[in-house]
């Protein structure tokens, strides 16, 4: 009876974690979605970016579907344990460790996935400079997505602010006008002029996302790591839980 009560709250503080857990996943997975809306927007629109590149959008709905399940299941463990339901316990280590198998193909494709990041926004380099002299200062959605971009991540361009020469926006502001976020608003005095751009030395967007990419790599795989820990730990005590209860009957 000591051992059995003994196993419940393991079992209960185990899919307790595992809850909270997944709901730190769930919230990784929101702020990763709205962090880097804008930038993800910004390279999504154009019309021959590579296809491996719709899958980082996707990064975080599947986070926040990895948290709802955690969530769920984190529930199902704590009440099969309550219970003592050897149905409900084996449906839970099965499912447990289907998820825990997924995680470890995910981890490698993470892991993949980070290494090609760079490659990947260089190539792209080409085809957002393109975008950004035809569509800036001439299309609304599109100046106002790299206004709120540049300004959020305080990066200019996708390099640099060489970047918007020739575009619609550096033509109709006589040739030497630049976004003001590509200058420093502590030091430049009036437009964002060549020489204040270059004087202000910001970073370029390229930059801020392949940042921001291998930043949230880390955190998932910290979060990841963690919850993994507790699936095995989980998995072990649901089973001896799940032979203790049939010994019963």
Not at 138 to 143: G, L, P, R
Not at 193 to 202: D, F, G, Y
């Amino acid at each position: 009876m000591c051992c059995s009560g003994f196993l419940k709250m393991m079992m209960f503080i185990f899919n307790g974690c595992i809850f909270l857990a997944g709901a730190a996943v769930l919230g990784v997975g929101v702020w990763v979605k709205v962090d880097s809306a804008s930038l993800l927007g910004l390279l999504g629109s154009l019309e021959e970016a590579p296809a491996g590149l719709a899958q980082l959008a996707n990064v975080s709905y599947l986070l926040m579907a990895v948290g709802a399940v955690l969530l769920v299941i984190g529930f199902l463990g704590c009440c099969g344990a309550v219970r003592e339901s050897r149905c409900m316990l084996l449906t839970f280590f099965i499912i447990v460790l289907i998820i825990f198998v997924a995680e470890v193909a995910g981890a490698v494709v993470m892991l993949v996935f980070q290494d090609l990041a760079d490659e990947l926004l260089v190539d792209l380099e080409d085809e957002v400079r393109k975008a950004i002299r035809k569509d800036y200062g001439k299309s609304e959605s599109v100046t106002s997505l790299w206004n709120a971009t540049m300004d959020e991540f305080k990066c200019c361009g996708y390099r640099n602010y060489t970047d918007f020469i020739n575009s619609t926006f550096y033509i109709d502001h006589g040739g030497n006008n630049y976004p003001t976020a590509c200058c420093n608003a502590t030091t430049t005095i009036g437009p964002c002029s060549e020489s204040a751009a270059s004087s202000s030395m910001i970073d370029g967007c390229f930059e801020k996302l392949l940042q921001l990419i291998e930043d949230n790599a880390v955190i998932i795989a910290g979060v990841a790591l963690g919850i993994a820990a507790l699936e095995i730990a989980a998995m072990v005590v649901s089973m001896v839980l799940y032979k203790q209860i049939g010994s019963k009957a």
